[in-house]
């Protein structure tokens, strides 16, 4: 079992940032895989952004390029989202997530543990 916290998210206004983290604890060591998705009322939760525990590489989707940054510390087990240039419709809750093997990447069904959620707000 791996268990997952995520924090930081907020209220702030278009244009301004927040850095979310998530904090990874249990049995790491099976985790090939990490990523954040959101879920805005209405919508799917979506694929925003991921990066391979081991290497670093990472993945975004193309409405975040540019504008988010994940990256992860490798020894103290967390994952980071920094959001920079936050549009009104970034608003949603933000999961992280783990999982195996780096295949589906992008397909949050395939993910095998999450974290609670934070909640992401941004004013126009």
């Known amino acids: 079992q791996v268990q997952l916290v995520d924090s930081g998210g907020g209220l702030v206004q278009a244009g301004g940032s927040l850095r979310l983290s998530c904090a990874a604890s249990?049995?790491?060591?099976?985790?090939?895989?990490m990523a954040w998705f959101r879920h805005a009322p209405g919508k799917e939760r979506e694929f925003v952004t991921a990066?391979?525990?081991?290497?670093?590489?990472?993945y975004y989707a193309d409405f975040v390029k540019g504008r988010f940054t994940i990256s992860r510390d490798y020894a103290k087990n967390a994952l980071y989202l920094q959001m920079d240039s936050l549009k009104p419709e970034d608003t949603a809750v933000y999961y992280c997530?783990?999982?195996?093997?780096?295949?589906?990447?992008?397909?949050?069904?395939?993910?095998?543990?999450w974290g609670q959620g934070t909640q992401v707000t941004v004013s126009s």
């Open positions: 997530g783990a999982k195996t093997y780096i295949t589906n990447y992008a397909l949050a069904a395939a993910y095998d543990y």
């Open positions: 249990g049995r790491t060591f099976n985790t090939d895989v």
């Open positions: 990066i391979t525990w081991s290497s670093g590489w990472t």
